[in-house]
C-alpha cells in the first residue's frame, strides 16, 4: 500500500484524493494550513455579504473524510525533501510519501512593503483574507479597490453590500478591455457607474498612506490624487505559491513546471491546480492557467495516472463564468479583445437596445465559418452545446439557426433568439437563416 499525500485542500487536491479513494485502497493524508474541510472558494464573497455561512461552503459533512479514509492534517508544511521523500510539519511532526501532489494554490500579488504591511490593506482569495477582511471593514466609510479584473469587481460588490463607499481604480482605459471586445467593456463600465461606483479609468494605486498606528489612512494614485480609505483591496492579480518548492530540486518559473501528465522533474512528485505552469500548455491555453474547473480537471487527470492509467491533461474548450453585480457572464472558445488584422476570424454581436443582455459569437473569415467561440452577458447558454460546436467546427450559420437549442435560462425568461437572428441576417446577408418564432410559455397558452 503506497502513502499518498496531498498538499492543499483546494479543489485539485480534495478531487484527486476522492478519485484515487474510489478506486484503492492507497494511504490518502491531506494537509492544509487554511482550513480543517474543503470549501468552495469562489463562495467567499457570499459569505462577507451575509448570504452563506462558513457551513454552507463545505460540499461534504465533516464525518465523510473519516468515513472514506481521508485522513486531513490541519497544519503548515515547513519542510519538504524530496530525497528522502519527506515532509516536516510546523508543528514538528515528519510525514513520508511515496507519491507527493503539490496542490499549493496561489497568492495574491501585493503592492507597499512586504515586510512590514499596513493594516486594512489586502488581497481576497484565502479564507484568511476573508477573516481579515472582516475585522478590517467594521464601521469603516471609505473604501479604494485597486485593480480591475473579477476579483477586484467581486470587493466593489462586497464592500458595497456594507454601505461603504468605494473608489475604484482600474489601469485601462475601459474595464477590462484586454479581455472583453470594445462594446462588451463599455456596457460593463456603465454598469459599474450605475451602482455608484466611483471608478478611475487608466488609474493605477502609486502608495499607501500610513494613519501613524500601522493602518492605511488613504491611497495616492498614479493621477496625483489622494484618496481617504480606511480599506485598500489590491486586486492585481494572483501569482502561484512556490514557497514550499524552494530550495528543492523541483524545477519551478512562474509556477512549478510540469509535463502534460502533471509531473514535476522528480520523480514521485506532481503538481496540480493554480500552482502550475505547463512546460507545453494544450493547444489555445495558457502556460499558468488558474480556473476552479481546470483545477478539478487536473485533480482528475493525476488520479487516473495515479491508479494505472497514465493520462496527459486535456481541458477541452475554455469556459469562463462570472458576475458583473446582476449581469452574468459566459463565455466559451475563443473571443478575443480585438479580432486579428489578417481578417481569419469574425464577429456578430447583438445587445439589447435596453437591457444589459448582449452575445458575440467569433467564426472564421474562411469558407466554413466555423464557429472558435462565444460570449453571452444577461442571457444563459448551455454549456454542452457550444462545447459540441466549437469542437466540431460548426458554421455560424448553423448555430445561429439553433440558437433556442442551446438557451438556458428557464420557462419564464424573456427569450431574445428572433432579435438576434434578424441582426444576423442583416450583418451577413449571405450566411441568412430563417427568422424563428417567438416561443409562448406554457401559462400564456394556458391563459389565451
Known sequence: MRSIVIIGNGISGITAAREIRKHSADSITVISSETEHFFSRTALMYIYMGHMQY???????????????????????SHLD????????????????????????????????PEQPLRGVQGLYSFQDLERMEADTKGIRQAVVAGGGLIGIEMVEMLLSRGIQVTFLVRESSFWNQTLPEAESAMITRHIREHNVDLRLSTELAGLVDDGTGRVSAVRTTQGDEIPAQFAGITIGVRPQLGLAAHTAIETD???????????NVPGVYAIGDCVQHRNPPGGRKAVEQIWYTGRIMGETVAKTILGQ???????????????????????????AQLPDDGSLQSFYWQHPDQNKALRIVFTGDERRAVTGIHTFGIRQRQGVWEGWIETGTPVQHA?????????????????????????????????????????????????
Open 55 to 77: 457551513q454552507h461552503t463545505k460540499p461534504y459533512e465533516d464525518w465523510f473524510w473519516a468515513k472514506n479514509r481521508i485522513d486531513l492534517v490541519h497544519a503548515h508544511v
Open 82 to 113: 524530496t530525497d528522502t521523500r519527506q515532509l516536516t510539519l510546523s508543528t514538528g511532526q515528519a510525514v513520508s510519501y511515496d507519491v507527493l501532489f503539490l496542490a499549493l494554490g496561489s497568492t495574491s500579488n501585493a503592492i507597499g512593503n
Open 254 to 264: 512562474r509556477g512549478i513546471l510540469v509535463n502534460e501528465f502533471l509531473e514535476t
Open 310 to 336: 497514465r493520462t496527459a491533461y486535456r481541458p477541452g474548450v475554455f469556459f469562463n463564468s462570472a458576475k458583473f453585480f446582476d449581469i452574468e457572464y459566459q463565455t466559451y472558445g475563443i473571443v478575443p
Open 400 to 448: 445561429i439557426a439553433h440558437l433556442s437549442g442551446a438557451n438556458f435560462d428557464p420557462e419564464f425568461t424573456q427569450r431574445h433568439e428572433p432579435a438576434i437572428v434578424r441582426h444576423f441576417n442583416g450583418m451577413f446577408p449571405e450566411l441568412a437563416v430563417p427568422v424563428p418564432k417567438t416561443k409562448r410559455s406554457w401559462l400564456s397558452r394556458l391563459v389565451g
